[in-house]
């Protein structure tokens, strides 16, 4: 019977967290693959109107928030996208939704600046960036979301993968912005585990969703 009843614990938590996982599109997580030389008009991020959104989920409910970004470049040749680098400074996790001590204790867990809590997410005094690196973009037509398909390679806690996702690249008047649809990530690919069903079976309702939403919004010029 405690068999039975564990079982049906975990399967209950299974479905509470899929039913409340951020939505978007799978960007996948593959081998990470060689960034070519791409030559064409560099545009450097604007830090002050550029971000990174995320959204995370669990059985309880979701948290939203933001990264800022530290540098990065937008590599433009005849019109199209061909390259580009991006990263994160995350020390800059953020929380939106919440207030007070809720928010800064979330922050510090995430930030892994708590005590005892250092592996637990993010770490960012041993990792204190994050990065993505373009390594192909291929246009797509009649989306009215997005213009391109961006393969990249993404570096969380000095692991890399390769992803990909959607994304809407604008150039004008000597400025390009870039704007996403959300897409996600499994988190656990990038070692980040803590209370993921996948490894820890007995969490129940405490599991926190292994995908991740990511919105992005930024400007170069």
């Not at 993505?132 to 993404?154: C, H, P, Q, R, S």
């Not at 692991?159 to 897409?183: D, H, L, Y």
């Not at 490894?199 to 170069?220: Q, T, W, Y």
Request: proline fraction near 1%; charge should be negative; glycine fraction near 10%.
């Amino acid at each position: 019977m405690k068999i039975i009843k564990r079982l049906s614990f975990f399967l209950l938590a299974i479905g509470l967290v899929i039913s409340c996982k951020p939505k978007g599109d799978n960007a996948g997580a593959g081998d990470s693959e060689a960034v070519s030389a791409a030559s064409g008009k560099e545009y450097n991020v604007n830090k002050a109107t550029s971000i990174l959104m995320w959204e995370a989920a669990k059985v309880t409910g979701k948290h939203n928030g933001t990264v800022n970004l530290s540098e990065g470049k937008v590599i433009i040749a005849e019109g199209l996208l061909v390259g580009g680098s991006f990263t994160l400074d995350m020390n800059t996790i953020t929380d939106l939704d919440l207030e007070g001590d809720g928010k800064e204790n979330l922050e510090k867990h995430l930030k892994g600046t708590a005590e005892g809590k250092e592996d637990d997410f993010f770490n960012v005094v041993k990792y204190p960036t994050a990065k993505f690196e373009i390594t192909k973009a291929t246009k797509l037509m009649g989306n009215d979301d997005a213009n391109y398909v961006v393969n990249g390679n993404l570096t969380i806690k000095d692991v890399t993968k390769q992803i990909s996702f959607r994304a809407m690249v604008t150039e004008e008047a000597g400025k390009v912005t870039v704007s996403t649809p959300q897409f996600l990530i499994d988190r656990t690919e990038w070692g980040v585990k803590f209370r993921s069903l996948k490894f820890f079976a007995d969490v129940a309702d405490k599991a926190i969703s292994d995908e991740v939403g990511f919105i992005v919004n930024l400007s170069a010029e």
